[in-house]
């Protein structure tokens, strides 16, 4: 994915520039940013109305993205309180995608990744409008994929075209990413996006399994994606994740 000249140093900035003792606030921070002017003016109140219509607190106290390749849609659910679970606020279209359903392995495989992620540093300057950085690789991809070079620089963001990345048009990415902005201001230091190649229903994961009964470990990396997708599903509050040493991940309660 192509990123604004210098995007790097400023991702390194603003991912360790958050402490009080550096500056007033994340959100007077981010501010200072045209693009992210533009996006709280125009969306402040327009995210305002929505969780309002959902009966949750704005700005919420954490924020979950759920991201579904196949039906090309990245789900919004937020929670307004540490005993409250998560509501399904909205959902968003990811209008362009490369590669095929499966994870990503490698650099220039040209595959959107797949797993349990979180948006660890945010692009104001960027050349899809705003975009917010997936940690990938993780550790199960760093296990799983290549050795070498499993690839990088994996964006949520806006505009419409893309290689590895999820664009959800200009519009899109001003909500999220003032919304991300919000919560992160109020102290959600880990914003977790989960990037499935379906909705994994029971249904859901047969189709795949149908579609791809050649391909064994892919299956079994899908039934184990399944598993955090079913604990949240059953929940409404996110799992605690970790990855055994092949690779799988393991959930559990917080």
């Not at 990811?94 to 495989?109: E, V």
């Not at 919304?179 to 029971?202: C, F, K, M």
């Amino acid at each position: 994915m192509r990123i604004a000249k210098s995007a790097l140093p400023l991702l390194f900035l603003l991912a360790i520039s958050s402490s009080p003792q550096q500056l007033k606030s994340f959100r007077e921070l981010q501010w200072k940013y045209p693009h992210v002017r533009t996006a709280s003016k125009e969306k402040d109140e327009v995210l305002k109305k929505r969780f309002e219509e959902k009966a949750v607190t704005y700005p919420p106290r954490a924020i979950l993205l759920r991201a579904f390749k196949q039906e090309g849609i990245l789900d919004l659910w937020a929670a307004g309180a540490s005993d409250k679970p998560y509501v399904l606020v909205h959902e968003y279209r990811i209008c362009a995608s490369s590669g095929s359903l499966g994870p990503k392995r490698r650099f220039g495989d040209e595959q959107v990744p797949e797993g349990f992620y979180e948006l660890d540093c945010f692009n104001p300057q960027s050349n899809f409008f705003l975009s917010l950085h997936i940690n990938y690789p993780n550790a199960s991809d760093r296990i799983l994929g290549s050795h070498q070079n499993p690839g990088g620089d994996i964006f949520l963001h806006g505009d419409c075209a893309s290689i590895g990345c999820i664009p959800i048009t200009d519009d899109g990415i001003k909500e999220v990413y003032w919304l991300s902005v919000l919560v992160h201001d109020q102290n959600q230091q880990h914003l977790p996006i989960e990037i499935y190649p379906a909705r994994l229903t029971d249904e859901g994961l047969k189709s795949l399994a149908a579609t791809h009964a050649n391909q064994a470990l892919l299956i079994a990396f899908w039934s184990n994606l399944k598993q955090g997708y079913d604990f949240f599903e059953k929940n409404h509050r996110p799992p605690r994740i970790k990855s055994r040493a092949d690779g799988m991940y393991v959930f559990s309660s917080f």
